[in-house]
């Protein structure tokens, strides 16, 4: 099983500000179809997941483009360049190469 | 519109068992693997399981935390996906999501196990 790991925990940002996380995997996410399954969702309270960023640097339809995502192999990093109050919530890593799939413990994001 | 919508959660005994439905909209069903994803209170998320397209085989996979205990099945007729959950545990209660990867999520539906 592919472990995931995420930092930090938490993190409390000023609107406006930018922030960052981090994800890493046990073992490399790329494929051999030269693809890399690793994914970024949100998490709003009360909310289902919503996928922010596919394949490392994707964004999905209507995200905004304040989010990147970046990496490789096995380490990947998601940029908010300045945040929204909207941005609140909990933000997970996912690897989607292997089953079982597997989540990270996820960064909370609230506003200072 | 492209939507999931899980049904038939519930308050249920340990030792007893539990259908959740995974009704599906605005896409060809039976092109697509379905899987379920779990969150306990206050938890993160867990992946449950997932079933194939028909095209791949329908087979299915489970976590090592519900195998032998869960079943996923799929009615492509119907549109929707199954999570047969058999001798519930406590720590089976969660919110459990109906998901196609890696974008489409339902809006839960809450299983509570206990006496």
């Known amino acids: 099983e592919i472990v995931m790991t995420q930092t930090p925990l938490s993190l409390s940002v000023t609107p406006g500000q930018p922030a960052s996380m981090s994800c890493k995997s046990s073992?490399?996410?790329?494929?051999?179809?030269?693809?890399?399954?690793f994914y970024w969702y949100l998490q709003k309270p009360g909310q289902s997941p919503q996928l922010l960023i596919y394949?490392?640097?994707r964004r999905f339809s209507g995200v905004p483009d304040r989010f990147s995502g970046s990496g490789s192999g096995t380490d990947f990093t998601l940029k908010i360049s300045r945040v929204e109050a909207e941005d609140v919530g909990i933000y997970y890593c996912m690897q989607g190469i292997n089953l079982p799939r597997t989540f990270g413990p996820g960064t909370k994001v609230d506003i200072k | 519109e492209v939507q999931l919508v899980e049904s038939g959660g519930g308050l249920v005994q340990p030792g007893r068992s539990l259908r959740l439905s995974c009704t599906t909209y605005g896409f060809t069903f039976g092109d697509y693997a379905m899987s379920w994803v779990r969150q306990a209170p206050g938890k993160g998320l867990e992946w449950v399981g997932f079933i194939r397209s028909k095209a791949y085989g329908g087979t299915t996979e489970y976590a090592a935390s519900v195998k032998g205990r869960f079943t996923i099945s799929r009615d492509d007729s119907k549109s929707i996906a199954y999570l047969q959950m058999n001798s519930l545990k406590t720590e089976d209660t969660a919110l459990y999501y109906c998901n196609r990867e890696p974008a489409i999520w339902g809006q839960g539906t809450m299983v509570t196990v206990s006496s």
């Open positions: 394949e490392v640097s």
């Open positions: 073992q490399s996410l790329l494929h051999s179809d030269g693809k890399t399954y």
